[in-house]
């Protein structure tokens, strides 16, 4: 049965944190000393209204000297909303990202860091985002290649599980297309790429990874076949290696 990606979404993200937070850690084994979310906090303004959709965790304040900034952080998860309002002097709100219950104009700045693959019609979102952006504004949209995670990828359909994928169904919400989406409603798009890969040196931290995107849990038999390919790889190169290809899109509101 096909899923949306909004139901996906529901099914990963409404009642827990846990998903989220088993993906991000595989990323700690990043070749990059510098970690994502310095990176985007790099490329920030140092002011105005800022407002950061689908936030997740809230993990990219941690790295951000906010100075003047007024900050707003939406999620439509009331878990992750919850987490959310550890983030100092934020102003949070569960909302729908793909129906902002805010004025036209109302941000000078607009984040979407991985969280277009979530929504049934990013395009659409694109639009919305567009809206509540003033002119001369920027907005500022993470996602991933097609090509990202590969090695990852690969092992579903290797155990028997070819469901092992985010997005159950997918709508092409990618490093190859959404530049070409935000150019219906930006100006200025330009898209950087975050350097480095992923190298993993012990199964386990893939194998949570592997668990975190199941919709049905691993059986003792998949698990045991996943980590046998796992351990090869590491015992043939001395690590896991995953191919990362993650893009930060920024654009301007004419």
Sequence with gaps: MTVSPSARAVQQYATTAANLTARMALHTY?????????FVAARLPAGGDVLEVGAGTGALWSRVDRGGMR????????????????VDGATVLQCDAAELPFPAASFDTLIANH??????????????????????????????????????????PAIG?????LSAARHDVTAETVPLWMADHFDA?????????IEVPSPEPVLAFLASIAAEPLTAAEEAAARK?????????????????TVLISAVRP
């Design 189 to 197: 798009v330009t898209t950087e790429r975050y350097p480095g890969a």
């Design 115 to 156: 969280m277009l693959y979530h929504l049934d019609d990013p395009r659409a979102a694109l639009a919305g985002f567009a809206r509540v952006l003033r002119p001369g504004g920027r907005i500022l949209v993470a996602v991933n290649g097609r090509d990202h995670h590969t090695e990852i990828t690969a092992l579903g």
């Design 229 to 245: 390919l796992i351990e090869a790889r590491i015992a043939a190169d001395g690590v896991f290696h995953i191919r990362r290809h």
């Design 30 to 38: 990043r070749t990059n000393p510098e970690d994502w979310f310095t």
């Design 71 to 86: 900050l707003t952080l939406t999620d439509f998860s009331p878990v992750m909303c919850e987490r959310l309002r550890a």
């Design 161 to 165: 599980r070819p469901d092992l994928v």
